[in-house]
């Protein structure tokens, strides 16, 4: 049976590529790329030879369909990015969706990603976090989106070009405010790898400076709002209040939500912060 393998490959150490990825790779009649010359460069490391086809931002919509057919011909096709995890703040939604639309099995072929490999090494809560991948290009958008997730309590990752980077980070200050905690993870697993816990203002400053080189691919950890709870409407913490004396919170939450015309999720989030923040 045809099948459709997305693979992780490594996002700087050659050395991550996971041995079943490998056999894949190898295995496959199709490997479809971001861009064919990174990819045989990869394929020529491992010491594989296999024919490639572009699958990027401007051709996917075009290619999607010629793959399909491959697929429904009995061939099997392997999807990669440059680096990393495809579909993550990188090309292939169209093709992945596409198979499934056409009942073809998509089978993910697990390994490196930026963003998680940020989120381990960063030192802030991961229990809960949201991805929100590159921010906007704009001054003007960067900053709406940026207004959005102010009241956001989980932990934020981000990925962000060395061209905007200083600029990304001056907005992220101006939003959320310098003692904000970050963690930025520059050139992950590469020669150069740097990741540092601190506070917006000082990593502001460290770009400013150079200590922190605007090069590289860059991934930034944000600390969630912690004081979110002082910010919310007195009478859905009142009512949670009593309602957690009695229930748990995702019921607690179901009935505040109907009481007071607030979304369910942000209701229950707030009564597990009320949950964790009382005496036990």
């Known amino acids: 049976m045809s099948r459709l393998y997305v693979v992780a490959t490594p996002i700087g150490n050659l050395g991550d590529l996971s041995e079943r990825g490998r056999t894949v790779l190898a295995a496959v009649d199709l490997i479809a790329c971001e861009d064919t010359r990174h990819t045989a460069q990869l394929l020529s490391h491992i010491g594989i030879r296999v024919p490639m086809l572009a699958l990027h931002e401007h051709s996917e919509r075009d290619v999607t369909g010629a793959i399909i057919g491959r697929l429904q011909g009995g061939e099997q096709v392997a999807l990669v990015s440059d680096a990393g995890t495809p579909l993550i703040s990188d090309p292939g939604f169209n093709l992945v969706a596409a198979c499934h639309e056409a009942e073809i099995p998509v089978v993910p072929v697990p390994g490196p990603s930026a963003g998680v490999a940020a989120l381990s090494a960063a030192g802030l809560p991961t229990d809960r976090f949201v991805f929100e991948g590159f921010l906007p290009a704009r001054h003007i958008a960067r900053c709406k989106r940026l207004q959005a997730l102010r009241s956001e309590r989980r932990t934020m990752v981000f990925y962000e070009a060395p061209h905007r980077v200083r600029a990304s980070v001056s907005d992220l200050l101006d939003v959320f405010g310098g003692e904000r905690e ?59 209040t009593i309602l957690l004396d009695e229930l748990p919170a995702s019921r607690a939450a179901n009935l505040a939500a109907k009481i007071t015309g607030r979304k369910k999720r942000e209701v229950y989030e707030i009564a597990i912060a009320l949950k964790t923040a009382s005496p036990s």
Do not use: C, H, M
């Not at 697993?189 to 080189?213: F, H, M």
């Not at 969630?224 to 007195?234: H, I, M, P, Q």
């Open 182 to 240: 970050v963690a930025v993870a520059r050139e992950i697993t590469k020669v150069y790898e740097q990741i540092w816990k601190t506070t917006l203002v000082s990593l502001d400053l460290a770009l400013k400076d150079g200590s922190v080189p605007a090069r590289g691919e860059f991934a930034l950890v944000l600390a969630g709002n912690r004081d979110v709870l002082e910010e919310t409407d007195d009478e859905v913490v009142a009512l949670l």
